[in-house]
């Protein structure tokens, strides 16, 4: 991107990765084109292998979003009504909604407002005789303590289905997450560290039965054709979605560090500044997004500035799930979601991003909450 200040930073730019791997996409479609295969074919059977093979796990089910991913998963691993599902109220609806969509309750538990993730202090006193399974989000691509999630769950017999539509690449303890609890569901909608041209999702587990049971699911319930054994879906990653994903998994890895190296220099530049709080770089974290937070209530206000000065930033996310109107106030409040729902402001991020770029974004933010 060039470095003139009239020129409008984006809160992502995808030109970087799509001009360097241009070739290899352009060979990638021509693949699938001429084979006149596009659903279930050789790319999705080799994406499943070589994502299996990359993230330590014995099955991975591709299929046709992250949404579908976790409703999958979800009735894969037996979830179903009249079952609670333990979740957390911050993050996008697609995680609350995949636990109501198959017929289960989704029971709220705040988050640390340190790691924006779900406070696992506060796990155990959510399970009651209903509860299911455990659905941490490893939100931004910083992974959930994940061993105080398996210890709670191993205690009471629970299934945990793990969230990491924005934590591709991301470890906790050395594992990656997706293959710590049962199952773990991936997005590949194309602003995630690992996109796709279009939306895609996969399954991971080392559950043989559940890795069926999700191939069924995927397929209209069926392991056979014509042969439907239950209500499922059409929920099937195809060959050109497949063929993409093929060429950018062997970078992730690369992108990751970049994007590590993104959000050190971010913490660099903000040293410091009043008003902005950093998140934390741990072991681990991909940094799908880099997430402040704007304190003094002043967040909406500088977001408009930053927009009139031609930076982008989003808010992830403006309503806690448990307060949309979807739910219409039916679970008790969440105070520190809800705090920092009026907080957060997540700045430009991409493994390209130069570093006038970034000084630019923190001039500006500088500014903004100078005026505001």
């Not at 799509?18 to 080799?46: K, T």
Request: net charge negative; charged share 25%; proline share 5%.
């Amino acid at each position: 991107m060039p470095e003139t200040s009239d020129q409008r930073i984006p809160i992502l730019d995808l030109q970087p990765e799509i001009s360097e791997l241009w070739e290899e996409f352009e060979q990638a479609f021509q693949r699938v084109m001429r084979s006149g295969q596009f659903i279930i074919g050789p790319e999705v059977r080799a994406f499943e292998s070589e994502a299996a093979a990359y993230l330590g796990v014995e099955h991975a089910v591709g299929v046709n979003s992250g949404t579908d991913a976790l409703v999958i998963a979800l009735r894969a691993a037996g979830i179903g009504p009249g079952d609670e599902v333990i979740t957390t109220p911050f993050s996008f609806f697609a995680t609350a909604e995949s636990i109501s969509n198959v017929g289960a309750t989704p029971v709220f538990v705040d988050v640390d407002e340190g790691s924006f993730n779900l406070d696992t202090d506060l796990l155990e006193a959510a399970v009651t005789e209903r509860t299911k399974a455990v659905l941490p989000v490893h939100l931004y691509g910083r992974p959930v303590a994940m061993d105080a999630v398996m210890a709670v769950a191993r205690r009471h017999g629970l299934k945990v289905i793990e969230d990491c539509a924005q934590s591709f690449g991301a470890r906790h303890e050395g594992k990656h997450t997706g293959t710590i609890g049962d199952a773990g569901a991936f997005s590949f909608f194309p602003t995630k560290n690992l996109g796709a041209f279009g939306d895609g999702g996969l399954i991971a587990t080392d559950d043989a039965d559940l890795a069926a049971m999700a191939r069924k699911l995927r397929a209209h319930g069926s392991a056979k054709r014509y042969h439907n054994e239950m209500l499922g879906y059409n929920s099937r990653l195809d060959e050109l979605q497949a063929a993409f994903l093929r060429v950018k998994l062997p970078r992730v890895d690369e992108w990751n560090s970049r994007r590590r190296e993104v959000a050190a220099r971010y913490d660099e530049l903000l040293a410091g500044v009043d008003g902005v709080i950093t998140p934390e770089i741990v072991d681990g974290h991909v940094f799908h997004q880099y997430t402040v937070r704007i304190t003094g209530g002043r967040r909406d206000a500088v977001r408009e500035a930053l927009e009139a000065a031609g930076i982008a930033t989003m808010v992830y996310y403006p309503i806690p799930q448990d307060r949309l109107p979807v739910y219409d106030g039916r679970f008790p409040r969440c105070a520190v979601s809800e705090g920092l729902a009026g907080e957060v402001l997540s700045l430009p991020i991409w493994p390209g991003i130069e570093g006038a770029v970034q000084r630019r974004v923190v001039s500006g933010l500088v500014e903004a909450l100078r005026r505001v």
